[in-house]
């Protein structure tokens, strides 16, 4: 078996070192000369380990500011391969499968979400209402569009609230599955803002009150209604 080189040794002693927490996640890492000074190696070795662990979105340039922990350490933008599935099966697979994860997912919520999470999806919900109040016949179309933008931040943010390591993880498929069913023709022709705006706001409700039980009924419910108007 083939030895690793220096500059993959170091990549993973950076990437240990953002796993023990020198380097929190979100936080711009030190200059190349500092980082070199600190593991005893070449700005040359530096640069290699970091372009490795770019390429594997462990860390992520910004350019004229440096290089900074990814929010998400190691997380590819497809790390299912879902690119690759016909979309009319990954339509159905994705319902299905949100259809018996989610209802959990809600009841984990309700029981882990913090109050600056609850503020967060009150707001979303708040902003369906006005969008609903909003819309005028002549650019429904836009309307729809940042309605569906306040739906993928509500569903991912039901995700974050778990405080889930695994399903934080799963935001990426879950925007693709809104996302998905907000381009099929007969979803956007029977497009109903007031019933999104109130299956939205009850799924909140039953989150907010802390109660996993009634967050995973209503989140049952929700995923079934949500099916008939797809």
Not at 35 to 42: E, F, K, R
Not at 55 to 78: C, H, M, N, Q, Y
Not at 171 to 197: C, E, H, M, P, W
């Amino acid at each position: 078996m083939q030895s690793k080189t220096l500059s993959e040794n170091i990549a993973d002693r950076i990437k240990q070192r953002i796993i023990v927490g020198k380097y929190a996640v979100g936080t711009q890492l030190p200059n190349e000369q500092e980082l070199a000074d600190s593991l005893n190696v070449s700005r040359t070795t530096i640069r290699e380990a970091v372009k490795l662990l770019v390429s594997r979105r462990v860390l992520e340039i910004e350019r004229g500011k440096g290089t900074f922990v990814a929010a998400i350490p190691g997380l590819s933008e497809d790390p299912f391969g879902l690119e690759f599935v016909n979309e009319d099966i990954l339509k159905s697979n994705l319902s299905q499968f949100r259809s018996i994860i989610e209802p959990e997912v809600c009841a984990l919520a309700a029981a882990n979400a913090s109050s600056y999470q609850l503020d967060d999806m009150k707001h979303l919900v708040v902003r369906m209402n006005e969008i609903s109040c909003l819309v005028v016949e002549s650019s429904v179309d836009e309307w729809i569009d940042e309605f569906i933008d306040q739906e993928i931040a509500f569903h991912t943010l039901i995700y974050k609230m778990t405080h889930n390591v695994v399903f934080e993880r799963m935001t990426n498929i879950i925007s693709r599955s809104v996302i998905i069913n907000s381009t099929a023709l007969n979803y956007r022709q029977g497009f109903d803002f007031t019933k999104y705006t109130e299956l939205h706001t009850t799924l909140y409700e039953a989150i907010a009150s802390r109660d996993p039980e009634i967050a995973r009924k209503h989140g049952q419910e929700h995923m079934e209604t949500f099916k008939l108007f797809t």
